[in-house]
């Protein structure tokens, strides 16, 4: 049954992205989808508020899969009102949580994996959040940051907001051994089930779902000299191909913001390299015309469902277009 809203959200979506040349491509962009509300991580997807949204989206929108609507896109043959979904990372949750709902609304999707923490492995970011999760102490002394309060969930949270921000653009073996020291002096156990096992990749890619690269150990590409950076990316694309038996043809940049975790060399590399398109967390939508090697992404983080519709169509208002 289509609501009032809807049908003015579809009608505002067609005419902002009509079929054809004038179309435009809505990418989404997930991380993890949990089973329910985590307190230390409220604004990370929970599986009701997932499920939600991908019921509005395949409500309001003609929802592809990335590597043809990348092909339409340059031919000008776009739907109206044209949207994919992406998760990046290589999330457990994304094959046990997501894969679930995906399925129960026909829902294609894109899974962009950092090979280097499948089987066990942990993310610098998880890494944070898991060592602050376990802290027992009410405070706590972290070097070059200061004292923290940890007695309560929002004390916690603020800590790894500040952890992050000071980590996040510090080297690989800075911010590990800095992590390293606070879990050895609190004697803590982080969780070795967070990322997908390879078993997961392959029964994503069978059942039809794509699997793109995202390097191999997840760096700021910015950060590395060029030939690096094309090991990352080879090398995580080598392990996928391996892994499913199926060639990756698309690609996510880390962190993915333009001109500061990765330039337009490392667009052009992914270009040579022979991948068929690359997604980055700029906001926005893709044009015909724009650069399919920094295609844009909407990141859906609103709770109420009313904001994050006004928010899907706010975002396909921003027309700047990315360009090599």
Not at 99 to 113: D, S
Request: net charge neutral; proline share 6%.
């Amino acid at each position: 049954m289509a609501y009032p809203m809807d049908l003015l959200l579809r009608t505002f979506g067609a005419l902002c992205s009509p079929a054809g040349a004038g179309a435009r491509l809505s990418i989404l962009i997930y991380h993890r989808v949990l089973p329910a509300v985590d307190p230390l991580t409220p604004d990370v997807v929970d599986a009701a508020r997932f499920e939600s949204q991908m019921r509005l989206l395949s409500c309001l929108f003609n929802l592809l899969p990335l590597s043809e609507a990348v092909s339409r896109l340059n031919s000008g043959t776009l739907p109206a009102r044209a949207a994919c979904v992406t998760f990046d990372d290589g999330y457990a949750d994304n094959a046990e949580v997501a894969f679930p709902i995906l399925k129960k609304h026909g829902i294609p999707a894109t899974f962009f994996i950092a090979t280097g923490y499948l089987n066990g492995g942990i993310m610098f970011n998880d890494k944070v959040i898991e060592t602050v999760r376990r802290i027992s102490s009410e405070e706590m002394e972290f070097p070059g940051i200061g004292v923290f309060r940890l007695s309560d969930m929002q004390s916690k949270r603020d800590v790894i907001r500040q952890l992050l921000t000071f980590l996040k653009y510090r080297s690989v073996s800075e911010r590990q051994d800095f992590m390293n020291r606070i879990i050895d002096s609190e004697k803590i156990a982080l969780p070795n089930d967070l990322m997908m096992r390879s078993d997961q990749v392959r029964m994503l890619a069978g059942e039809g779902m794509g699997i793109g690269g995202h390097t191999i150990n997840h760096p700021i590409l910015s950060g590395l000299d060029l030939e690096s950076a094309r090991e990352e990316i080879a090398g995580g694309r080598t392990a996928l191909e391996e892994m499913t038996g199926s060639p990756v043809r698309t690609f996510a940049y880390p962190n993915g913001i333009p001109g500061r975790d990765y330039r337009v060399e490392h667009a052009r590399l992914v270009a040579e390299m022979g991948f068929e398109a690359a997604v980055t967390t700029a906001k926005g939508v893709a044009r015909q015309g724009s650069d399919v090697f920094q295609l844009p992404r909407f990141t859906p983080w609103d709770i109420p469902i009313s904001r994050f519709s006004i928010r899907l169509a706010g975002n396909l208002l921003q027309s700047k277009i990315l360009t090599a």
